[in-house]
T-cell receptor, first 113, second 110 residues
Framework: GAVVSQHPSRVICKSGTSVKIECRSL??????MFWYRQFPKQSLMLMATSNEGSKATYEQGVEKDKFLINHASLTLSTLTVTSAHPEDSSFYICSATGTDTQYFGPGTRLTVL | EDQVTQSPEALRLQEGESSSLNCSYTVSGLRGLFWYRQDPGKGPEFLFT???AGEEKEKERLKATLTKKESFLHITAPKPEDSATYLC???????????FGAGTTVTVRA
């Protein structure tokens, strides 16, 4: 149980384009989903918290107009990186929780050329 | 401000050589302390949650313990497949967010 999927697992795009990443909880209903960013050899940095049906809460320093989050249902949240630039290249990981424990997706490697 | 510090940064072990990883924390009101395992290029895999001082949990060769200031992850007779980065994270009482430590990268040689 407690499986979280992400799609796509890897994406390469040109600078200036937008990229959408999906996060799904497959076998439980997630009241809250989280989006993280991880740079090489560093730990996870929380970007935002999203609750189903309400606006996401962004961490300090994260541009909400750059990273659009939608949590349309109890099993799906999406992160859209708008007008991506090379500095947005990173490993993006989502997590989902129905209780205290966060279960993580496998991550999405974004490369912006 | 909540702080989570993991040590050592890296640990190289011979197969069968038991050792411990440390996670020290400073938070205002601990709700839970979590241990995850992360393999390269993958998302973290949940291992344990500890809620109160004195609590212990075990899974195969791993055992996690908790005091009021720190948690230990003991690896008993490790195998090469235990090689990974082990992450510690804390959750405070009024929030479901996790604050992560930098992790300990464990390498087990056959």
């Amino acid at each position: 149980g407690a499986v979280v999927s992400q799609h796509p697992s890897r994406v390469i795009c040109k600078s200036g384009t937008s990229v959408k990443i999906e996060c799904r909880s497959l076998d439980f209903q997630a009241t809250t989903m989280f989006w993280y960013r991880q740079f090489p050899k560093q730990s996870l940095m929380l970007m935002a918290t999203s609750n189903e049906g309400s606006k996401a809460t962004y961490e300090q320093g994260v541009e909400k107009d750059k990273f659009l989050i939608n949590h349309a249902s109890l099993t799906l949240s999406t992160l859209t990186v708008t007008s991506a630039h090379p500095e947005d290249s990173s490993f993006y990981i989502c997590s989902a929780t129905g209780t205290d424990t966060q279960y993580f997706g496998p991550g999405t490697r974004l490369t912006v050329l | 401000e909540d702080q989570v510090t993991q040590s050592p940064e890296a640990l190289r072990l011979q197969e069968g050589e038991s050792s411990s990883l440390n996670c020290s924390y400073t938070v205002s009101g601990l709700r839970g302390l979590f241990w995850y395992r992360q393999d390269p290029g993958k998302g973290p895999e949940f291992l344990f949650t500890l809620y109160s001082a004195g609590e212990e949990k075990e899974k195969e060769r791993l055992k996690a313990t908790l005091t009021k200031k720190e948690s230990f992850l003991h690896i008993t007779a490790p195998k090469p497949e235990d090689s990974a980065t082990y992450l510690c994270a804390v959750q405070v009482s009024n929030d479901y967010k996790l604050s992560f430590g930098a992790g300990t990268t464990v390498t087990v040689r056959a």
